[in-house]
């Protein structure tokens, strides 16, 4: 495939969002001068600049390059991550566990679940949400290196260097309001590239009625227009769809993501929390177009030249597949003369808003749940300020190490995928902790600890015992660890009232038990 050749215009309006940004990240992080201002912005963000950062927090460059990979392989079902697993996840998060989050004055998620059940279930969720982030570095560095292969000709560990080396230089510096205004910028123009490409793609395959007759002419797209598969899907029968992904892992991610919630965390209000989580919602109702149609465009396009994803029958990977290069081929191909550098700009803010969203929140776990608990439990405020912005260079190197197993492991499979995997292993423990530790008061701390345990056990075995699809794994987890909580909750004493009051949403506040 050739390389994308970047005209001067191109070049121009590049450096023109790059120096935007920077402008704009060096603004906003002025008057960081604690870690409260560092990790939570000082509770100062606006409710619609933490919803935009909410939106590219979410999607990023993994998401760009996955979902048009995984819209080539297996269509429109890929719409419902967004359709299915993320409205109502939204809007349960908005209006029943972000208000107590904030209210609570947490700086995290694991935070919460130590105050609700015991610091043995906040110490293992902070490790495991680390972990996560770091191997979700390794996934938006391999699909920088995808793509700047295609664009610039690098090699895969120059790309990674460089986008290590951007990154700890964006990311050092300003904090949560940093991140989160320049998120604002990074929305705008990653609606607009991805629109670009909507547009010139369905133009060159002659509109959407052409492009649907050429792909359901190939052998493998019998369901690729089908939100509903039929049940007996390799990979996305509709059971597992609802199951899986609309009870578990949609709400999972959105109220128990730490880079996620931490923006919303961020804001003046809990009434500002609310709004951001509501207008979300509704930007995203058009992401899930624009990021998923791109893989069917090159499907009706670039089929005899891409190849096919399976071999033999549905479900049976080609090794010889480059569905990698899915993205990068629409680029090459169609973009003109603007276009591309607008492209190009919406892929770099991608790439930085997934970033700064990952390094910020993981360094704010390993600071609240990890160094003040255990390590220096009267660490000064400056302290934990420092090591916030040091623990960013730690985490970004992680990251590029964790590039090499993503590469490596997942070649012939998307980066969504490794993304979706990782999060598997623990979304279903995590959200049956959540939801039982918010509406029931009976659930006790050993009970929550018995759920943890049992949830992840169970979803390593079915993952990678009976290698069974990871929607299945989400849902059965989630029904394991719901159930241990509840057997073991039941026969272990609760804790009293006043310990339970504002984390369980029967339970107000003192002041608003006030008649």
């Not at 990240?25 to 100062?44: E, I, M, P, Q, T």
């Not at 260097?161 to 123009?189: D, K, N």
Request: hydrophobic content about 55%; charged content about 15%.
């Amino acid at each position: 495939m050739d390389k994308a050749v970047l005209s001067s215009i191109d070049i121009v309006l590049v450096v023109v969002y790059l120096a935007i940004v920077t402008a704009v990240a060096l603004w906003a992080s002025r008057g960081v001068k604690s870690s409260k201002d560092y990790f939570l912005a000082g509770k100062s963000l606006p409710w619609w600049a933490v919803a935009l950062s909410l939106v590219v927090s979410d999607i990023g460059a993994k998401d760009m390059v996955g979902l048009a990979t995984d819209g080539y392989r297996w269509g429109v079902v890929m719409m419902n991550f967004d359709f299915l697993g993320c409205i109502f996840a939204v809007l349960l998060a908005a209006f029943l566990f972000m208000p107590f989050f904030w209210m609570a004055g947490i700086y995290t998620v694991p935070e919460y679940l130590g105050r609700r059940y015991n610091s043995y279930v906040r110490t293992f969720f902070a490790v495991v949400w680390t972990v996560f982030m770091v191997a979700t570095l390794g996934t938006i560095f391999v699909s920088a290196a995808a793509m700047f292969k295609v664009l610039l000709g690098w090699d895969f560990w120059m790309s990674v260097g460089i986008v290590a080396v951007a990154g700890i230089a964006y990311t050092t510096v300003g904090g949560l309001r940093s991140v989160v205004f320049t998120e604002v910028l990074s929305c705008i123009i990653l609606i607009a590239g991805a629109a670009l490409i909507c547009f010139f793609g369905l133009e060159r395959a002659g509109g959407w009625d052409a492009m649907r007759e050429s792909v359901e002419k190939l052998w493998w797209t019998e369901h690729h227009f089908s939100l509903i598969p039929p049940a007996d899907h390799p990979a996305f029968p509709w059971p597992a769809v609802f199951l899986g992904l609309g009870i578990v892992l949609g709400p999972a991610y959105w109220i128990g993501n730490q880079a996620i919630v931490q923006r919303d965390l961020g804001a003046r209000s809990g009434n500002d929390a609310r709004a951001a989580y509501v207008m979300c919602a509704a930007i995203k109702l058009v992401f899930p177009v624009l990021l998923v149609v791109p893989g069917l465009i090159a499907l009706a396009l670039f089929s005899d030249t891409l190849g096919a994803p399976f071999t033999g029958q549905l479900g049976q990977e080609n090794p010889e597949w480059q569905g990698k290069l899915v993205l990068p081929r629409l680029v090459v191909e169609l973009l003109p003369r603007g276009a591309l550098g607008v492209v190009v700009g919406a892929f770099l803010a991608g790439i930085t808003s997934n970033l700064d969203s990952y390094v910020n929140s993981a360094s704010t776990l390993l600071v609240s749940d990890i160094y003040k608990p255990f390590v220096r439990p009267r660490a000064t405020d400056r302290e934990c300020l420092r090591l916030g912005r040091f623990l960013t260079v730690g985490l970004i190197c992680a990251g590029v190490a964790a590039s090499y197993v993503v590469e490596t492991y997942y070649r012939d499979k998307s980066v969504f995928e490794a993304f979706q995997d990782a999060l598997t292993l623990f979304q279903g423990a995590l959200f049956a902790l959540l939801l039982l530790g918010m509406l029931w008061s009976r659930a006790t701390q050993w009970g929550g600890l018995a759920g943890m345990l049992c949830g992840v056990a169970s979803a390593v075995v079915l993952m990678w015992g009976y290698d069974m699809p990871y929607l299945w794994v989400a849902w059965w987890s989630f029904v394991v660890a719901v159930t241990a909580t509840v057997a073991v909750s039941l026969v272990t004493r609760p804790y009293d009232t006043e310990r339970l009051r504002g984390l369980v949403c029967w339970i107000p506040m003192k002041e608003d038990a006030k008649p």
